[in-house]
Structures are given as C-alpha cells and as structure tokens.
C-alpha cells in the first residue's frame, strides 16, 4: 500500500508561482505511474499532470507551459512547480500513484490564487 502527503499549497497572487510536493511511503522509483489532479468547488476532478517511471511526461491542455511534473526518487518525492497562476487555477490539489493496477490518492492541498 501506499501513503501520499502532499504539502505546498497556499494563497498566492495572480501570476504567481507555487511547486507542490508529494511524498510517498514507498519507493517511487518502484511506481509505475504518478500525477497531479486538482478539484474546485462544485467540480469534477481534473487531471493535470502525469510522470512515468521512465520519466515521460503528459501535461493537461489547460496548464500545459505553465506547469512541470517531476519525481525525485532518492527523496520518494514527486512535485508539481507552478508558474503563472491565474485565480481559475485555485483548486484542491491531490496527487495520485497507480502501482500494480491500483490507484492511491493523497489527501490534498488547497491551492487559492487571488489578489
């Protein structure tokens, strides 16, 4: 099983930048697949960013350029730097690891981008 604590979140200002961090209770270099997703109030779940265990990459649309994904495996940690941030950016930010045909969900962090 593993255990996901995201931290980083906070309130920033309108083109602004944050990098959120995701620390896992296992190796991740072990991880086949890890990304970012973000949620606001009254929406769905929305995919962001994703890293393979080879170290390929798929970024959403909606914040491709502004965002990068990576993985540190020496610290079991994944982040998630943000630039540019617009107040539509301002979300719940949750990380996910899919290992042996499982999904696990980290807790969130809260993400408010405003003046």
């Known amino acids: 099983q593993v255990q996901l604590v995201e931290s980083g979140g906070g309130l920033v200002q309108p083109g602004g930048s944050l990098r959120l961090s995701c620390a896992a209770s296992l190796r991740i270099f072990d991880i086949y697949s890890m990304g970012w997703y973000r949620q606001a109030p009254g929406m769905q779940r929305e995919w962001v960013a994703h890293?393979?265990?080879?170290?390929?990459?798929n970024y959403a649309d909606s914040m491709k350029g502004r965002v990068t994904i990576s993985r540190d495996n020496a610290k079991n940690t994944m982040y998630l730097q943000m630039n540019s941030l617009k107040p539509e950016d301002t979300a719940a930010y949750f990380c996910n690891a899919v290992e042996a045909g499982t999904a696990y969900w980290g807790q969130g962090t809260q993400v408010t981008v405003s003046s």
């Open positions: 890293i393979f265990n080879d170290g390929s990459t």
